[in-house]
């Protein structure tokens, strides 16, 4: 992966429950994960990784991470029938529509797609 200045390089959430979480995002989102013990796994894509998940407290706040999905529905099913909840219902916006959930720790995310 090419490293780009003021480029987001990682991003590391807290989760209560890492088997948990690592069955939502890898059924969801197909994401795969390194291992680093029982504290810490690495969040992998084709490029590399590119977070992390810490077994921590969660607290609610702060920066709203927003994924693209070519099929908004689907990932919407996909999401509810994982173990995510939909907290704000998709909507329009110009150039798409998005919804917002919270995984099974409670990480707020949102999901936004072109149609």
């Known amino acids: 992966m090419k490293l780009t200045h003021h ?24 994401w795969t ?21 810490a077994l921590g407290e969660v607290t609610p706040g702060g920066p709203l991470i927003v994924l693209f999905s070519d099929n908004l529905d689907a ?21 798409g529509r998005r919804f917002e959930f919270t995984d099974p720790s409670g990480n707020r995310l949102a999901v936004w797609s072109t149609s």
């Open 7 to 30: 480029r987001i390089d990682y991003i590391e959430f807290t989760v209560s429950d890492m088997a948990a979480t690592k069955a939502f995002y890898g059924s969801v989102f197909g």
């Open 33 to 53: 994960f390194n291992d680093y013990g029982p504290g810490y796994v690495g969040i992998r894509d084709g490029d590399g990784e590119l977070g992390g998940f």
């Open 75 to 95: 990932t919407e099913k996909s999401i509810a029938d994982n173990g995510g909840t939909i907290v704000k219902a998709a909507f329009e916006f110009p150039g």
